[in-house]
């Protein structure tokens, strides 16, 4: 993936030793000052300019009441994330003393005042103190209706890196769900013709592009109550007119649409975080598309396989992915909507990911929410949890600072709080994990943990599942913008964004004449994989060696040859993977594989992630009779197995998966001593059909103890739905205790 001459780039690193070497030379702060201002502006501005065609304003200004003049950076759009950075140099070393670094802030903190003039401005201006060793930043927060202070830091490409992210911002506008939704919602331009245009190719496509949307609509069924005729009248908000096209076909159009903005955003801020380089990844494609729209083809075949974040270091984003097949129907009208999806983005700041990510952190969850109406939504049993309500749960479980901090004095170890584990195993758009996430951060800044060690603590312990596949895309993107911040500090070893796309509660079992294997059922057929190959953490080896065989046309003999070698199998687990490598090489020939081996990793990535201490989410709601016929028989065992199943008939249909849902992650993930916490429907703990649920004992009579309810019904937490919504907090391997806290909420009268 090359860079053009016309794609803007700065080496972070080498402005970083400049600086370092004007520090050296410099006596006072005025030498700083001129040697710094050079090297910004002949390496940042003077790039900028060549690229966007348009001046920066970068001047001095006198704040009242000052000795000196400082530097004043403004944007020229009102829609950036900051209008204004002002620079305040001191002298060199000023910072090796607290209070040097702190008259610095305070001193910026007034400078900001005297120049807003009024408090609502106040967070379009951005500080910068420097002292050409070290650096720190002043910024105004209205989450906390006050100014915060972060450093000083060495002077190094990472801190040099955010000083630039910060003049590039005021050149972009900032990435924020109103500007999104103006540009990509459901009445933009953008998004009417490039859902058209994909929807067009889903008429006549590849046999891939059509396995994978047959394989896109037998998952979906099962993550929502899912029928063709609740996605009606779709069709009519997208210009098709009512009955004019098939509405699952329309939704899978949407759908892609809606993943292809998050890979390109996720891309873009990835590329921020490859340091030494600070560049843009859709300035690089744009310059493709323009040297012809197969150039654009193949950088985003390299994207799709994983490309940048794999360049980045993280080895799975683009993993289990239904949504690349636009590139199997690629023509001129294709790439015109992705140019056009393209050229809309680069004009977005990315930076906000790393220096406000609690800007955007509903950003895709508010697109989705405009871009499929809210009746659709709700008839699909779509619901996003709201933050409040997550943090909530997170402060019931005790995922809280406090516990961090209580955790770290009994084992007397720093880190400690980071081997805590958490898992949402409907992780939907990731708003559990991030949140969870933040918690951490908060914890590894006020302790000034090193954040590559944390960055590896917190990919091993935050780990979220979900079986629907927009939901993992859009989960992965804010997973990845949540560490933004960490990314530059990874380290040389690859990690792992830990969310998947897997059924947490449902994998089959069967005995062949090989040996026990899982079962995975696909549009194409049934997949076999041994029981004892995922037990002995083998499946990832052996998937590698099926993936490398079938796209490069192996022989069996050569595949068991390879195969042999690589992984210690016994004859019965060789015999079931050499049928596995069969069945995807034929699905090749086809025209219908590269995608498989991933959805199997995936699949059964429950088995390989442990225990958790902590268990929090939103599981879904979807009533016995709304789940699909053939996944009702197949889970019926397990209502059974868990006693909920109702001994009165008419009772089954009021059923509801998420209490067997609840039971399950609790039973397989769970620590013995976790706690666990969920929303759920409140007529669990009232009606007939909960009856086996209010037992609270899993089948190996470990009992579960409820600490706490909260009644949520009255309050209507789910925007404008109807649900009559409870929260359930329990430790694990307790008995139950009566009375139990009960909490009814209610709406304040006015």
Not at 28 to 48: H, M, P, R
Not at 82 to 106: C, M, N, Q
Not at 193 to 218: A, C, M, N, V
Not at 658 to 673: A, N, T
């Amino acid at each position: 993936m090359g860079e053009t001459s016309s794609a803007f780039s700065v080496d972070a690193e080498e402005i970083a030793k400049e600086i370092q070497e004007v520090a050296r030379e410099s006596i006072t702060e005025e030498d700083l000052k001129q040697g710094v201002e050079y090297i910004l502006k002949s390496k940042v501005i003077e790039k900028l300019k060549e690229v966007e065609k348009t001046e920066i304003p970068y001047a001095s200004w006198r704040p009242p009441r000052a000795r000196y003049e400082v530097t004043l950076v403004s944007g020229i759009r009102p829609d950036a994330l900051y209008g204004h950075l002002i620079i305040e140099y001191e002298k060199p070393k000023t910072f090796e003393t607290k209070s040097g670094f702190e008259k610095a802030v305070e001193q910026v903190k007034s400078y900001i005042r005297d120049h807003a003039e009024v408090e609502a401005r106040f967070p379009r201006y951005f500080g910068v103190v420097l002292d050409g060793y070290k650096i720190g930043f002043v910024r105004y927060r209205e989450a906390i209706k006050g100014f915060e202070s972060k450093g000083p830091f060495d002077i190094n490409k990472n801190t040099v890196a955010k000083l630039i992210e910060a003049i590039i911002g005021l050149r972009r506008k900032a990435l924020s769900a109103e500007e999104l939704l103006k540009d990509f919602g459901p009445e933009s331009q953008v998004a009417r013709e490039s859902i058209k245009t994909l929807y067009s190719k889903l008429l006549g496509t590849s046999p891939r592009t059509q396995t994978l949307f047959e394989d896109w609509r037998r998952v979906f069924s099962q993550v929502c109550a899912y029928s063709p005729e609740k996605i009606r009248g779709l069709e009519e908000i997208y210009g098709f007119g009512k009955g004019k096209a098939d509405p699952e076909k329309l939704l899978f159009a949407l759908h892609t649409y809606y993943a292809l903005i998050m890979k390109l955003l996720a891309a873009e801020v990835a590329a921020l975080c490859i340091a030494p380089k600070l560049w843009s990844y859709l300035r690089v494609l744009e310059d493709a598309y323009y040297r012809g729209h197969e150039r654009l083809k193949e950088e985003l075949e390299e994207l799709e396989e994983g490309g940048i974040f794999v360049t980045l270091g993280i080895v799975n984003f683009m993993e289990a992915d239904y949504f690349a097949w636009y590139l199997d129907e690629w023509d001129e009208q294709v790439a015109k909507c992705v140019i056009d999806i393209i050229s809309r983005l680069s004009d977005y700041d990315p930076t906000a990911a790393e220096l406000e990510p609690e800007r955007i952190r509903d950003l895709f969850k508010r697109l989705y929410q405009n871009l499929v109406p809210k009746k659709i939504r709700h008839d699909l049993g779509e619901y996003y949890t709201p933050d409040w309500l997550a943090e909530l749960i997170l402060n019931e479980v005790g995922w809280t600072l406090k516990t961090f901090e209580k955790v770290r004095e009994e084992k007397n170890d720093l880190l400690a709080p980071l081997d805590l584990r958490l898992l949402d195993p409907a992780c939907g758009s990731g708003t559990f994990l991030v949140l969870a996430i933040s918690r951490l951060k908060q914890y590894i800044e006020e302790h000034w943990i090193d954040k590559g060690a944390a960055l590896r603590k917190i990919t091993k312990n935050v780990v979220g599942f979900d079986l629907n596949p927009l939901a993992v895309v859009a989960s992965r993107t804010n997973y990845l913008i949540a560490l933004s911040d960490m990314l530059r500090e990874k380290g040389a070893e690859p990690i792992e964004i830990p969310v998947y796309l897997a059924d947490s509660i449902l994998v089959e079992r069967r005995e062949t004449l090989a040996g026990a294997a899982y079962i995975l059922k696909t549009a194409v057929g049934e997949f076999s994989v041994p029981i004892s190959i995922v037990e002995k953490g083998l499946l990832a080896k052996a998937l590698i060696v099926i993936e490398e065989g079938v796209r490069k046309n192996y022989s069996l003999d050569e595949f068991k040859g390879r195969l042999l070698k690589e992984v210690s199998l016994e004859e019965g687990e060789a015999s079931i993977l050499t049928g596995l490598f069969m069945m995807l090489s034929e699905l090749e020939k086809k025209g219908k594989n590269r995608v498989w081996t991933r959805i199997l990793k995936n699949s059964f990535a429950p088995f390989f992630v442990g225990k958790f201490d902590y268990i929090v989410g939103n599981p879904p709601w979807i009533a016995w009779e709304n789940l699909p016929e053939d996944y009702r028989e197949r889970i019926k065992p397990l209502y059974n197995m868990y006693n909920l199943m109702p001994k009165k008939i008419q009772a089954k249909v009021k059923l509801d998966h998420s209490m067997l849902f609840s039971y399950i992650v609790m039973d397989r993930y769970l620590k013995e001593g976790g706690y666990f916490g969920f929303l759920i429907t409140q007529t669990v703990f009232v009606s007939i059909a909960g009856e086996g649920f209010r037992r609270f004992l899993l089948p190996s009579g470990v009992p579960l103890k409820v600490l706490k309810i909260h009644d949520l019904v009255e309050l209507l937490p789910f925007e404008g739905a109807q649900n009559r919504t409870s929260v359930f907090i329990i430790k694990k391997g307790e008995k139950t205790s009566f009375p139990i806290q009960y909490i009814k909420w209610r709406m304040r009268k006015l």
